[in-house]
């Protein structure tokens, strides 16, 4: 059995998006797969290779109860959270796994990008068993979905967030200019659950907040006119940075930038989106080199 689910950008509503707000978010190229073999032992044999081949997770378990067997070379942490996957599937099908298997895993891109290397786990898990993928993200990592989602449909989506059964259209999103958008990565991960837990903790924002983000929303997905769409990216960094209380990154390091640039999901790292043709070379000299055109990275 062969699975794949394609990586993601979340373009806008981050954090509003756990509050029932309406997120545009993208696939990307690059993915995880997964290939499953039975084999005759009764264990769970698991590999997990990283973009370069290597082994990032390796270990053994039971298929009586995914008891740890063996962990070679992995952080007990780590792989009890796959221990911990495991046993929330086999609550949702009871007949999951009972059998022997092996499994490996492979990204197509770097861990430390936060492209979702635990949500195409997680959505593959879910194809291999055959139960709901939100279901299952409930139960083990949490978050708004819309990751998930894109896995599932493997398109560019408008996405809100409704318990296990979300609100979930695909769309096209292909404006004129994207030969002036570019990824950028700010050469640090983001702990996307750590910033889950501490946005749930503050209050939530007012429906008159939400309403506005599902209006940029709305606009950045049909958007056509450039110098438009980039002035929906400043409107939307200064709604977030409001409500959370933290300054938009192009007026904290890059305020001598001449392009737009918006956060991407968490605010404090991972990728940013960056307009205009400037960006290679600014970036470039600011110790960035993780710069990836629109059309390489977005599965459109």
């Known amino acids: 059995m062969k699975f794949y689910s394609p990586g993601k950008l979340l373009i806008s509503a981050e954090y509003l998006v756990l509050s029932g707000a309406q997120a545009l978010a993208l696939?990307?190229?690059?993915?995880?797969?997964?290939?499953?073999?039975?084999?005759?032992?009764?264990?769970?044999?698991?590999?997990?290779?990283?973009?370069?081949?290597?082994?990032?997770?390796?270990?053994?378990?039971?298929?009586?109860?995914?008891?740890?067997?063996?962990?070679?070379?992995?952080?007990?942490?780590?792989?009890?959270?796959?221990?911990?996957?495991?046993?929330?599937?086999?609550?949702?099908?009871?007949?999951?796994?009972?059998?022997?298997?092996?499994?490996s895993t492979q990204l197509d891109f770097d861990r430390s990008w936060g492209l979702g290397s635990s949500s195409t786990f997680i959505h593959n898990l879910a194809q291999w068993a055959d139960i709901n993928s939100f279901e299952l993200l409930n139960k083990t990592f949490g978050g708004s979905g819309y990751d998930v989602?894109?896995?599932?449909?493997?398109?560019?989506?408008?996405?809100?967030?409704?318990?296990?059964?979300?609100?979930?259209?695909?769309i096209v999103f292909n404006p004129p200019f994207t030969d002036q958008m570019y990824f950028v990565h700010l050469n640090k991960k983001q702990d996307s659950q750590k910033e889950v837990v501490a946005?749930?903790?503050?209050?939530?924002?007012?429906?008159?907040?939400?309403?506005?983000?599902?209006q940029l929303t709305a606009n950045l997905s049909t958007e056509t006119s450039f110098s438009l769409f980039e002035k929906l990216l400043t409107k939307h960094?200064?709604?977030?940075?409001?409500?959370?209380?933290?300054?938009?990154?192009?007026?904290?390091?890059?305020?001598?930038?001449?392009?737009?640039?918006?956060?991407?999901?968490?605010?404090?790292?991972?990728?940013?989106?960056?307009?205009?043709?400037?960006?290679?070379?600014?970036?470039?000299?600011?110790?960035?080199l993780t710069i990836i055109p629109f059309s390489e990275m977005i599965d459109s």
């Open 27 to 103: 696939p990307t190229q690059m993915g995880q797969h997964m290939n499953v073999e039975h084999i005759e032992q009764p264990v769970l044999q698991w590999k997990s290779y990283d973009l370069n081949q290597n082994l990032w997770m390796e270990g053994c378990l039971s298929v009586e109860n995914f008891e740890i067997l063996e962990a070679q070379n992995t952080p007990l942490a780590l792989i009890g959270k796959l221990q911990n996957s495991l046993r929330c599937t086999r609550i949702l099908r009871p007949d999951f796994c009972k059998t022997g298997h092996k499994v």
């Open 149 to 170: 989602a894109v896995a599932l449909t493997k398109k560019a989506i408008l996405y809100s967030r409704n318990q296990n059964h979300p609100s979930i259209e695909p």
């Open 199 to 214: 946005y749930n903790k503050r209050p939530q924002p007012s429906q008159k907040v939400i309403d506005q983000m599902n």
């Open 237 to 288: 960094e200064k709604l977030v940075g409001d409500l959370i209380g933290q300054q938009p990154i192009q007026e904290r390091l890059f305020s001598d930038f001449d392009g737009h640039i918006k956060s991407l999901g968490a605010w404090g790292g991972d990728f940013i989106l960056s307009t205009g043709k400037s960006s290679l070379t600014y970036f470039k000299e600011k110790g960035y």
